[in-house]
């Protein structure tokens, strides 16, 4: 079985300062994860993803996350948040061993407040 | 704009009512899902079409029942819904369902049961 866990439900930063939303996942054997961003009213927008390779993957506004497979962890960060960072952030995993669900598995999503 | 569009966007309905929630997808991806976001709540997966074939179905209660004549059109059918059922219903569209692909989602329909 696969799961994800985001255990912030919100977090408060400063413009200017960076930003960290935390992420970890359990999953058989090697994930996929992925990183979406949903602004008010809107449908989910893809960040990013970690497929194999480089463990520091970069994605749209600035955002890059670091796979850690010993911590079993993809924390989003950015450098300096903006207050248009402000929306709903969800990490995603699929399971990539033989068996594993290709249908990803979403967590509860983090909110992300900017203040000026 | 994701290339994934649905409407109506917002939606009120009665419980003895009949309505369909409609997306399009104009970006030639083959699969296609419905999920359900409620407050406080992960997102739920509905329905995954795969090349008009539906190949997932999570236990979804038969007041709703999904369409997918062709792989650029979903629909999920509305019928005696429950107030719990009020929630933001999304479209999203992948190429394959392969695992390293990513989904794009429509901007969702916010649904109003009374």
């Known amino acids: 079985a696969q799961s994800v866990a985001q255990p912030e439900d919100q977090v408060n930063v400063a413009e200017g300062n960076p930003l960290t939303v935390k992420c970890t996942y359990s999953?058989?054997?090697?994930?996929?994860l992925f990183w979406y961003v949903q602004y008010p009213n809107r449908g989910l927008q893809f960040l990013l993803k970690?497929?194999?390779?480089?463990?520091l993957v970069k994605g749209s506004y600035g955002f890059e996350a670091e796979f850690n497979k010993s911590q079993t962890s993809f924390h989003l960060k950015k450098p300096s948040a903006l207050v248009s960072d402000s929306a709903l952030y969800f990490c995603a995993v699929r399971d990539l061993t033989s068996g594993g669900s290709y249908i990803p598995t979403f967590g509860r999503g983090t909110s992300l407040i900017v203040h000026p | 704009e994701t290339g994934v569009t649905q409407t109506p966007r917002h939606l009120v309905m009665g419980m003895t009512n009949k309505k369909s929630l409609k997306c399009e997808q104009h970006?030639?991806?083959?699969?296609m899902y419905w999920y359900k976001q409620s407050a406080k709540k992960p997102l739920e997966l509905m329905f995954v079409?795969?090349?008009?074939?539906?190949?997932e179905n999570n236990s979804v209660p038969s007041r709703f029942s999904p369409e997918c004549p062709n792989s650029s059109h979903l629909f999920l059918h509305l019928h005696t819904l429950q107030p719990e059922d009020s929630a933001l219903y999304l479209c999203?569209?992948?190429?394959?369902?392969?695992?390293?692909?990513?989904?794009?989602f429509g901007q969702g329909t916010r649904l109003t049961v009374v």
């Open positions: 999203a569209s992948s190429q394959g369902v392969v695992m390293n692909t990513e989904a794009f």
């Open positions: 079409y795969s090349l008009e074939e539906r190949v």
């Open positions: 970006l030639g991806h083959n699969a």
């Open positions: 999953v058989s054997g090697n994930p996929y």
């Open positions: 970690y497929i194999t390779g480089d463990n």
